[in-house]
């Protein structure tokens, strides 16, 4: 049971591991095609994020900090990265570092709530946004069963009686 639970735990974080890897390789392109504006991810990202930003504003009056960009996909990196080894070493750490990342950045990624229904966006969006709500309910399902877990308690070894 135990190799059937690692594997699950492979299995699933290899959605996080390959994502990651995927971005990396995007990230160091990046970087090469940095230049003054930020480089092809910044333009892409930057609309997005602006319009979250001013989403939360609206709705919550709270003022979200000025972040670039570069730094907000460097950390994602590195929290999906770290996140998916300790959830495979079977770490709740790692369990909720990866739900940290899932609940920030589904909203972020998939905005289909700035499109029209009838737009072939939104359901691409709404699609990818349900998947992420999947992710995010299995590790709170993982998270919720480690946590309902008895601990194993050593028992100590009784004492032999002495007449």
Do not use: C
């Amino acid at each position: 049971m135990a190799f059937v639970s690692f594997l699950g735990r492979v299995l699933f974080a290899s959605v996080f591991i390959l994502s990651a890897w995927q971005e990396f390789d995007a990230f160091v392109a990046w970087f090469n095609e940095f230049g003054i504006d930020g480089g092809p991810a910044a333009k892409s990202l930057t609309p997005k994020f602006d319009i979250f930003t001013k989403h939360v504003s609206v709705q919550t009056g709270l003022q979200v900090p000025e972040v670039e960009i570069k730094y907000l996909v460097a950390a994602a990196i590195g929290v999906k990265a770290l996140g998916s080894l300790l959830f495979i070493l079977g770490s709740s750490l790692g369990a909720y570092l990866l739900l940290l990342h899932q609940a920030i950045a589904t909203p972020l990624l998939y905005d289909f709530y700035n499109y029209d229904v009838d737009k072939k966006e939104f359901a691409q969006l709404f699609v990818k946004f349900t998947q992420s709500l999947a992710l995010l309910g299995a590790l709170l399902f993982f998270i919720g069963m480690k946590n309902s877990m008895p601990r194993r308690i050593k028992k100590k070894a009784p004492k032999s009686k002495t007449v």
